[in-house]
């Protein structure tokens, strides 16, 4: 079982930037993809964004390409998320996920943070 741990999270105004970042405790990091989530009140958990597992290949979803910057540190087993220009409509739980495919399917992940909460005034 694989912990990961989720920081970074916050609230701030539309226009802000935020940096989460995505603790791992298993030495499998370094050849696994990680993947970012998010998931609004009353709504289905989203992809965002997506790294393989040696960096480079990143993937996004439309919603924040050209926002949002997913990069990895494999020696010390952390993901970061970097948001700028945060929009309202970016205000949910934000989740890092394990899994061995490149795959934007939240069902081909194995192993699940807790989250971090962002929340973006206008």
């Known amino acids: 079982q694989v912990e990961l741990v989720e920081s970074g999270g916050g609230s701030v105004q539309a226009g802000d930037s935020l940096r989460l970042s995505c603790a791992a405790s298993?030495?499998?990091?370094?050849?696994?993809?990680i993947g970012w989530f998010r998931q609004a009140p009353g709504k289905e958990r989203e992809f965002v964004a997506l790294i393989r597992a040696r960096g480079g290949s990143e993937f996004y979803a439309d919603s924040v390409k050209g926002r949002f910057t997913i990069s990895r540190d494999n020696p010390k087993n952390l993901v970061f998320l970097q948001m700028n220009n945060l929009k309202p409509e970016d205000t949910a739980v934000y989740y890092c996920?394990?899994?061995?495919?490149?795959?934007?399917?939240?069902?081909?992940?194995?192993?699940w943070g807790r989250g971090t909460q962002v929340t973006v005034a206008s």
């Open positions: 298993s030495r499998p990091f370094s050849r696994s993809v």
């Open positions: 996920a394990m899994g061995s495919q490149y795959s934007s399917n939240r069902q081909d992940y194995d192993d």
